[in-house]
Nanobody
Framework: QVQLVESGGGLVQPGGSLGLSCAAS????????MGWYRQAPGKERELVAI???????DYGDSVKGRFTISRDNAKNTVYLQMNSLKPEDTAVYYC???????????????WGQGAQVTVSS
C-alpha cells in the first residue's frame, strides 16, 4: 500500500514563508513525478509545482518566482518552499506522486491527505 504523508503548512501572515514536505512510503518500483496541487474553497484543484526524477520542474503561473519545489529521490520525498505568501495562496495543498508499483505496471497517481495553508493577517 502506497502512502503519501504530508507535513508542514499552517497559518502565516502575508509576505511570510512556509514549507511543506511529503514522503512516499510503501511498495513501489519507481516514482516518475512528485508535486503539489492546491484547492481553495469553491475552486478547482490547480497545479502548484511538479518535479521529475531527473530534476525538471514546472510551476503554476501564480506561484512562479515565489515557490520552489525540490526532491530527495533517495528518500522518496518532495518539498515545497513557499515565500512571499499572499492571501490568495490560502488553500489545501495536496501532495501528488505518479509512480509505478511494479516493473511492468502503468504509472498511477497517488494523493496525500492534504495540508492546510492559510495566509492571513
Amino acid at each position: 500500500q502506497v502512502q503519501l504523508v504530508e507535513s508542514g503548512g499552517g497559518l502565516v501572515q502575508p509576505g511570510g514563508s512556509l514549507g511543506l514536505s511529503c514522503a512516499a512510503s510503501g511498495s513501489m518500483r519507481s516514482i516518475n513525478v512528485m508535486g503539489w496541487y492546491r484547492q481553495a474553497p469553491g475552486k478547482e484543484r490547480e497545479l502548484v509545482a511538479i518535479a521529475t526524477t531527473d530534476g525538471n520542474t514546472d510551476y503554476g503561473d501564480s506561484v512562479k518566482g515565489r515557490f520552489t519545489i525540490s526532491r530527495d529521490n533517495a528518500k522518496n520525498t518532495v518539498y515545497l518552499q513557499m515565500n512571499s505568501l499572499k492571501p490568495e495562496d490560502t488553500a489545501v495543498y495536496y501532495c501528488n506522486a505518479l509512480l509505478r508499483k511494479y516493473f511492468y505496471s502503468a504509472p498511477q497517481n497517488y494523493w496525500g491527505q492534504g495540508a492546510q495553508v492559510t495566509v492571513s493577517s
